[in-house]
């Protein structure tokens, strides 16, 4: 068993059976469940008792419950409820999404149509301005924290997860539960204010959402590089590439390649200001 917490078929909370794993990290599970109460699929996510007793993760698992609390939009994933287990360790309970990551719908089509991705935009777009209008930063926009939920062929339903490292903004634009020394992201989707500690914007965000979106349409991402210091001067270089064509030869729409090369400026001034522009 390890430091995982349950095995298929066992409960968590008295409730919810656990059929599978959707996903695990280096802190967490993610458990596919069923509500035996009410006969609801769920998505219950759980610390791993390597983790529990880091402070950090916990805090993030807090707050993360929440943020979903706050908020409701189509395209974020829901809380269905947040209780601890008899060792204290905090307890997610979220809407099941049927479906997969941005990442692994990548690794399996290796890009995405252009109809697709605007679609995927679109709707990502809206559920950034509903969290930026509540001064909520996500900080760790990835095609990992995408969940793609296929309606018909090309076509998503997506749904913003993990929302662990969100950032709180004050009124006057300064951010709010910074942790001095810490640096907070995925490297190779982090705006260059980032890695820098400086103060984090609605602007960081759609930075991450234009890199994801030249991934999708490209098939792959522009910074090669693994080393961390590597990625990191490699999102300040002020040269960004323009896409012409997706990774299977399709002609990318110069207003859609315009819109994902400006989004990805690492002079935050360069980007667009806000989710609805």
């Not at 610390?47 to 908020?71: F, G, I, K, N, W």
């Not at 997610?92 to 990442?103: K, Q, T, Y």
């Not at 509903?130 to 909520?136: C, D």
Request: with cysteine; proline share 6%.
């Amino acid at each position: 068993m390890g430091d995982q917490r349950f095995q298929t078929g066992e409960l968590i909370l008295d409730r919810y059976r656990v059929q599978g794993v959707l996903g695990a990290g280096g802190v967490g599970v993610v458990y596919d469940t069923m509500d035996d109460r009410i006969g609801r699929a769920a998505a219950v996510k759980v610390l791993r008792r390597s983790a529990q007793d880091h402070r950090t993760a916990a805090r993030r698992t807090v707050r993360e419950a929440r943020t979903l609390a706050s908020l409701s939009h189509p395209h974020l994933v829901t809380l269905l409820d947040f209780e601890y287990l008899d060792d204290g360790c905090p307890v997610l309970v979220m809407e099941r999404v049927h479906g997969e990551s941005a990442a692994a719908v990548l690794q399996r089509e290796g890009c995405l149509p252009v109809a697709a991705v605007v679609d995927i935009l679109r709707q990502s777009l809206g559920a950034l301005a509903e969290l930026h209008a509540a001064g909520i930063i996500h900080r760790d926009l990835k095609p990992g924290n995408i969940l793609l939920e296929q309606v018909e062929p090309d076509r998503f339903n997506v749904k913003l997860i993990d929302f662990g490292i969100v950032q709180l903004v004050a009124d006057d634009g300064a951010t709010a539960l910074t942790l001095s020394g810490e640096v907070f992201g995925s490297p190779r989707y982090m705006a260059p204010e980032q890695w820098t500690q400086k103060p984090v914007e609605p602007r960081t965000d759609l930075y991450a959402l234009g890199l994801i979106a030249h991934v999708l349409l490209a098939g792959d991402h522009f910074i090669q590089v693994r080393n961390p210091v590597q990625i990191f001067e490699a999102h300040l270089q002020p040269s960004r590439p323009h896409l012409t064509v997706t990774g299977a030869g399709e002609p990318v729409p110069p207003m859609l390649a315009n819109l994902v090369h400006r989004a990805i400026q690492p002079n935050a001034e360069q980007r667009f200001q806000t989710a609805a522009d």
